[in-house]
């Protein structure tokens, strides 16, 4: 056949020959096709079924199963074909009723698929599962966009997952979301769940047909430290493992575990940190577990935002998982604030077996990730002893707690977290490394909780507002820098400025701070290892500290220059009364061993009472 331009065809009478063509837009190429019956139309899906592609070149249809539901389009005829070629899949290829498969009707596609092609009600009533299945099925291999128009709401009773690479374009509308499982399963690198804004697209949760029922557990002391956990109950309906809150220890030294699940049922414990000083095992909470919105499953390169969650305030719900994943992006995602239930989570992310090794070792399952413009009213950020969850950029987060265990170089960037409901507004555990730059905490609470080893934080310019707490609920770590813009309350901080410092121990003829347990010391060339040995930084110099607690006593100790661990000697010791013991050889030509007569106002030492400094008033 002779091509030639639309403008050259010749005045055709009805039917067409088939000897003319038209332009046809199929997948974004324009082709040239012959045309039969070029103005006929049909109402639907089944009407179409009815014709014969042998007769048509090109028809338009007005609907998918009536005129103007949004699932119409053009459609061109393919004919000759080996019979099992052309396959119906109720949206871009349509094959003719008894037929064989060596015909059909294919739409023309010039942009993203569009579930409404695939029969999508969005009345919010009808179950559109299937319709959003079988876009996803119809797309290529390499993947493609979907679309899902402004409508009243879609209901989804099963979820979908993506195995392909699809970028979801979602409309102005609502996703209820399955009574088992997710709305969205991302399982493929490069794709997209996207939606037209935090107050435009929402995903509604509805209590599921069989709900979470929590693990109960106990924990095992030895010598006042969690050793193990026993499980009376592994709980049931678990879809990603639930968050456990272990109970403050009476030294503020407390434990942290993590549960492993197996086939959605607690089956083990790993121990983060131990903790000490309990005297009765600490009391377990199980948080979370449940399934919710979007869960994106050990996939790279992908990016979720632009639309708010309604947790319907089901119990143990999650809002958002991301179960393991590399260079993602979550953006722009809200959890309403009164929709989130006290057993749910709104973000977990799950950093659970090591990921692709990097260029010096193998790294968690979950890193170099952002979270931007994000609120949840509890964020759950877990890794293993293993596979720690590894940096992290939070910008400008919304919550009112965050728990982050097996962690480290994460940074937060202008954070804003209040009204903790279980006391502190980070609790973090195992944590190597931590930056808050900015940001605001108000509300009643610590600053942190800390678990295990918790070093190298930074936290510059962050305002605390009509806060009463303390810092720290633990024990304070290594390397950390503590700088407050604003402090409200009874707030305790130390240092000059708001500034907290303590300065990393492999550092020669360190000058340092530290604060825990309600004792500060202030160092010199020496860590304290215990009340009695401390090690030298420089062993050929010697080193001393000054300790202050919370009593009001202050005690000085030394330790000669030599090689580490070193004994350490107690050079002065002040009660709260402010009553001095002076130890060692002590000369004092101006100070008399007897007191003097009453109101000489006289300072003397007392030889018989460990050579303690008086004062005469």
């Known amino acids: 056949m002779t091509q030639v331009k639309i403008s050259q065809l010749p005045q055709a009478s009805l039917p067409l020959t088939g000897a003319e063509i038209m332009p046809v837009v199929q997948s974004g190429v324009t082709v040239k096709a012959p045309v039969g019956n070029v103005s006929a139309r049909t109402a639907s899906f089944t009407s179409l079924r009815g014709l014969s592609p042998a007769n048509y070149s090109a028809l338009y249809v007005e609907g998918y199963s009536s005129v103007g539901d949004g699932g119409g389009g053009s459609f061109y005829t393919v004919t000759g074909a080996a019979p099992g070629t052309y396959i119906d899949n109720d949206g871009t290829i349509i094959v003719p009723s008894g037929g ?22 969005g009345d919010n009533v009808t179950n559109d599962s299937p319709a959003f299945i079988a876009t996803h099925a119809a797309l290529p291999a390499t993947g493609g966009s979907i679309y899902v128009p402004d409508s009243t709401g879609y209901v989804l009773n099963s979820s979908v997952v993506c195995t392909k690479p699809v970028a979801w374009v979602i409309g102005v509308t609502t996703i209820t979301c399955p009574l088992v499982g997710w709305a969205i399963e991302i399982t493929a690198n490069g794709s997209s769940v996207r939606g037209a804004g935090r107050y435009s697209t929402t995903f509604v949760l509805r209590t599921p047909t069989v709900p979470v029922t929590s693990a109960v557990a106990t924990a095992v002391l030895t010598a006042g430290v969690v050793t193990s956990v026993s499980i009376g109950s592994g709980g049931s309906g678990y879809y990603t493992k639930p968050l456990v809150i272990v109970s403050d220890s009476p030294t503020k030294n407390s434990a942290c575990v ?43 390169s992908v990016f979720v935002g632009d639309f708010s969650i309604d947790m319907g305030l089901v119990a143990n719900a999650t809002g958002v998982l991301q179960y393991g994943g590399w260079y993602a992006e979550f953006n722009n995602v809200e959890v309403k604030y009164s929709t989130e239930a006290a057993t749910a989570c709104g973000f977990v992310i799950d950093s659970h077996s090591l990921g692709v090794p990097g260029p010096t070792g193998s790294y968690g399952g979950a890193y170099v990730n952002r979270y931007v413009n ?14 720690p969850t590894t940096t992290f950029l939070f910008d400008t987060v919304d919550t009112q707690e965050m728990f982050i265990s097996s962690s ?14 279980y006391g502190a507004f980070l609790d973090l555990a195992s944590v190597g490394s931590l930056t808050i730059l900015g940001g605001d905490f108000e509300g009643i609470g610590d600053i942190f909780r800390l678990r295990g080893s918790v070093n190298n934080v930074l936290v510059d310019n962050l305002t605390i507002g009509a806060t009463t707490g303390d810092i720290a609920n633990g024990t304070i770590g290594e390397g950390w820098y503590l700088k407050f813009t604003e402090t409200e309350g009874e707030i305790l901080y130390t240092g000059v400025d708001n500034v907290f410092r303590r300065v990393g121990w492999v550092q020669t003829g360190r000058l340092g701070h530290s604060y825990a347990g309600n004792v500060f010391q202030l160092s010199n060339n020496l860590k304290m290892l215990s009340a009695s040995t401390g090690d030298l930084d420089d062993t050929s110099q010697p080193g001393g500290v000054i300790i202050i607690d919370g009593s009001g006593s202050v005690t000085v100790k030394f330790a000669t220059a030599g090689s580490n661990p070193r004994t350490l000697s107690t050079a002065a010791d002040f009660n709260a009364g402010g009553v001095a013991t002076i130890s060692g050889a002590i000369a004092f030509p101006n100070l008399p061993a007897a007191p003097g007569s009453a109101g000489s106002k006289q300072l003397w030492y007392d030889p018989s009472d460990g050579n303690r400094v008086k004062f005469t008033p």
């Open 100 to 121: 064989n498969g060596s015909a059909a009707f294919l739409r023309v596609i010039d942009g993203p698929y569009n579930v409404k092609w695939f029969g999508a009600k």
């Open 258 to 300: 993590t549960a492993i699940l197996t086939a959605g049922v607690v089956t083990g414990f790993e121990i983060n940190a131990g903790g000490s000083g309990y005297v009765t095992p600490p009391t377990l909470t199980f948080i979370g577990g449940g399934a919710g919105a979007v869960k994106s499953t050990e996939v790279q």
């Open 374 to 387: 994000t609120r949840a009213n509890r964020w759950f950020v877990t890794g293993t002893i293993s596979a």
């Open 408 to 421: 480290f170089a994460h940074v937060f960037t202008n954070p804003v977290i209040q009204n903790p409901p």
